[in-house]
């Protein structure tokens, strides 16, 4: 090997390093106003979350928790809005499309946009997220009223109202 391969040899093992670090993950998100927006997703360790959110938030959003029905701060609210994830912000539901379901927890019959939300299987349920920091919302059930027929069962304090 000459003098100068060796002299550059570091900087190419740094070259080598740089292409596994890991690019952050994209998604694209309905943005009220704004159309389709491309933004980072909020990606913390389990420590990080437990900062950031209140312990019953933090059971609730990132262990799947449910809040007590009929204790939610947004269950009896009729007015308009928009719901974002308590979390990272996302606007995930609109007041235009929230039902008095009585079931003990906020309703809806629609997400404000299909986009911002990460659905999944839980037994025989189908799980509902947040497509941004994959916080647990709740559940959707196919008993909702029209014109959708389903109803996003969601923990209110997975939710933030801004108007
Ligand atoms: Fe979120």
């Known amino acids: ?16 390093r740089e292409q596994f670090v890991a690019a952050p993950e994209r998604v694209s998100i309905a943005e009220p106003g704004q159309g389709m927006v491309t933004v980072e997703k ?6 990080e979350w437990r900062q950031a959110l209140s ?5 609730i959003m990132r262990e799947a928790g449910t809040e007590q029905p009929f ?3 947004y269950n009896q609210y009729d007015g308009p809005g ?3 994830c308590a979390a990272c912000g ?9 039902f008095a379901s009585s079931s003990g927890w906020p309703s809806f019959w629609q997400p404000l946009a299909p986009q911002n939300l990460l659905k999944r299987q839980d037994g025989d349920r189908i799980e509902v997220l947040c497509i941004r920091c994959e916080g647990h919302l709740g559940h959707v059930f196919d008993d ?20």
């Open 144 to 163: 909702g009223p029209p014109p959708t027929g389903l109803r996003y069962c969601i923990n209110s304090i997975a939710l933030n109202l801004t108007k």
């Open 1 to 16: 090997m000459t003098r100068r391969a060796w002299l550059l040899l570091p900087l190419a093992s740094c070259a080598r």
């Open 82 to 84: 928009v719901f974002r």
């Open 55 to 59: 312990p019953t938030r933090y059971w």
């Open 71 to 73: 204790s939610g701060e």
């Open 90 to 98: 996302t606007a995930l539901f609109s007041g235009d499309h929230k």
């Open 42 to 47: 909020v990606i913390k360790t389990k420590a």
